[in-house]
């Protein structure tokens, strides 16, 4: 079973910045197209960003020209740089397949922005 890693997190100041990793073990990551995700307190979890297992790239429209989304298949790791964070940015990310989320979750990764 495919054991996700995230990290990075941490509190910052609205307009900082961020670089969350998401490390995969025992899991085809390679070959996988790859996801963020987040949920915040009383909402429903949803997806930030997506990268196929080429390269191409989605941002939802909230995190569009703030947030990139990459990875390195030879480390099995994905990144997201969080640039120009905004207090609603507050939330736990996660890492998963995309564009469904197939693995089992990890435990997520605390970013929090305060105004």
């Known amino acids: 079973q495919v054991q996700l890693v995230e990290s990075g997190g941490g509190l910052v100041q609205a307009g900082g910045s961020l670089r969350l990793s998401c490390a995969a073990a025992?899991?085809?990551?390679?070959?996988?197209?790859m996801a963020w995700y987040r949920q915040a307190p009383g909402k429903e979890r949803e997806q930030v960003a997506n990268?196929?297992?080429?390269?191409?790239?989605n941002h939802a429209d909230s995190v569009k020209g703030r947030f990139t989304i990459s990875r390195d298949n030879a480390k099995n790791t994905m990144y997201l740089q969080m640039n120009s964070l905004k207090p609603e940015d507050t939330a736990v990310y996660y890492c998963?397949?995309?564009?469904?989320?197939?693995?089992?979750w990890g435990q997520g990764t605390q970013v929090t922005v305060s105004s």
């Open positions: 998963n397949t995309g564009p469904v989320p197939l693995w089992n």
């Open positions: 990268i196929g297992r080429g390269g191409s790239t």
């Open positions: 025992g899991g085809s990551f390679s070959i996988r197209p």
